[in-house]
Structure formats: structure tokens, C-alpha cells
Antibody
Framework: QVQLQESGPGLVKPSETLSLICAVSGYSISSAYYWGWIRQPPGKGLEWIGSIYHSGSTYYNPSLKSRVTISADTSKNQFSLKLSSVTAADTAVYYC?????????????????????WGQGTLVTVSS | DIVMTQSPDSLAVSLGERATINCKSSQSVLYSSNNKNYLAWYQQKPGQPPKLLIYWASTRESGVPDRFSGSGSGTDFTLTISSLQAEDVAVYYCQQYYSIPPVYTFGQGTKLEIK
């Protein structure tokens, strides 16, 4: 059974960097899946932040791209999120999730799809 | 970016009755080469992460009750709950995963309650 668990500070000061880790158990992140981050401000909807493949291929939401870095540590079977220069608008529950892929054999491209397994989420508050 | 718009924003349905939620994309999410609609539906209950219900617009995820069904193609999609149960009270989201490079977007959510 695939399990994902987010961890990191629950409180971050404005202008600092938010750092979270997603530990994956029951499945190797080196498999043909993408691993992503999604956030949800209190009482609001879902926003995709970005996704990573074990090869290091990453995709980011253009609205956050200048501040986001997602990386993977296959030896620890985990991946991480860094979001710099945070403001109160970055206060949210942050989820990590797994995406199956679709393989296009004419191009050799693996496209990340929907999110089939999610962590429980961790609330990060940006406040001084 | 592809904008996903759900309707209605909230919905109250009696137990045992049919619930219908709509999702419209700002451009088609049907990929012609494989005839697949790149559209998923999720259910989120309070204090829980979203749960995948439907992918490829109409394929039910394993373990999801068959009262949940998805339909539609191109830009217009529907999630139907055939006979509402008390445990179906939740917020429902649609999501497109069509964009290459990926820029995944969700609808704003539809809150489903018991009438």
C-alpha cells in the first residue's frame, strides 16, 4: 500500500523559505510515476505547485515557478519542496501526491496524469 | 492555462436522489490521437485529502462505489451520483491533466450537502 507523509515546520516567517519533505513508503519513487505537490489555502480550492520524476525532470506551476524547487532523493525514497520568499498568501495545507504516467511511444515522453495517492497534508502558516 | 469552471458552486440533494455536478474547460482536453479525455474528479471530505474518484473522464478508480459515474467529452463533463448517501457529503473537484508541458488546474469545487 502506497503511503505518503509530509513533514516540515508548521510556521514560517515572511520572506523566508518554506521547506517540506514527503516520505514515501510501500512504493519506490524510482518507478514510472511522477511525484507532486499541491496546496490548499484554508477554506479554498486546490492549486498544483509542481511535479518531479525520479530522473530529475520537473514541472512547475508558472505562477510559482520563480520561487519553487522540487527535488528527489531516491536513496531515502522521498522528495522535497522549497518555496522561497513566502508571504501570508502562501499559508495553506500542503499535500504531496503520486501521479501515474502515460507513455507516448512516438516521442518517448512520460506525461504525468491525475493524482491517485495523497498524503494527509500539513498546514504551513506564514506569520511573524 | 486551461481554466476549469464547475457548476453549481453548491448543491443540496435529498438522500437517495441524483446529484449532478458539471465541469467546463476553457479548451478541449480530448487528445485526438488516443481519444482520451484528460479529466479527473476528486472527492474531499473535511479534514481529509482529496480522493480520486474518476479519471479519463469516465473510468472509476478501484474501490469507488458504482453510484459515482463520469461522462462528457471535449470541454463539458459531468459527475453524477445516482443515489445520494449521507457519506457523499463533500466538496468535489474536477482537474485537467491535458497540458503539455504539464500545467495542471482544478475547478473551484462544488460543495454537496443533504437537503
Amino acid at each position: 500500500q502506497v503511503q505518503l507523509q509530509e513533514s516540515g515546520p508548521g510556521l514560517v516567517k515572511p520572506s523566508e523559505t518554506l521547506s517540506l519533505i514527503c516520505a514515501v513508503s510501500g512504493y519506490s519513487i524510482s518507478s514510472a510515476y511522477y511525484w507532486g505537490w499541491i496546496r490548499q489555502p484554508p477554506g479554498k480550492g486546490l492549486e498544483w505547485i509542481g511535479s518531479i520524476y525520479h530522473s530529475g525532470s520537473t514541472y512547475y506551476n508558472p505562477s510559482l515557478k520563480s520561487r519553487v524547487t522540487i527535488s528527489a532523493d531516491t536513496s531515502k525514497n522521498q522528495f522535497s519542496l522549497k518555496l522561497s520568499s513566502v508571504t501570508a498568501a502562501d499559508t495553506a495545507v500542503y499535500y504531496c501526491a503520486r501521479s501515474p504516467t502515460y507513455y507516448y511511444d512516438n516521442s518517448g515522453y512520460y506525461q504525468p496524469l491525475y493524482f491517485d495517492y495523497w498524503g494527509q497534508g500539513t498546514l504551513v502558516t506564514v506569520s511573524s | 492555462d486551461i481554466v476549469m469552471t464547475q457548476s453549481p458552486d453548491s448543491l443540496a440533494v435529498s438522500l437517495g436522489e441524483r446529484a449532478t455536478i458539471n465541469c467546463k474547460s476553457s479548451q478541449s482536453v480530448l487528445y485526438s490521437s488516443n481519444n482520451k479525455n484528460y479529466l479527473a474528479w476528486y472527492q474531499q471530505k473535511p479534514g481529509q485529502p482529496p480522493k480520486l474518484l474518476i479519471y479519463w473522464a469516465s473510468t472509476r478508480e478501484s474501490g469507488v462505489p458504482d453510484r459515482f459515474s463520469g461522462s462528457g467529452s471535449g470541454t463539458d463533463f459531468t459527475l453524477t451520483i445516482s443515489s445520494l448517501q449521507a457519506e457523499d457529503v463533500a466538496v468535489y473537484y474536477c482537474q485537467q491533466y491535458y497540458s503539455i508541458p504539464p500545467v495542471y488546474t482544478f475547478g473551484q469545487g462544488t460543495k454537496l450537502e443533504i437537503k
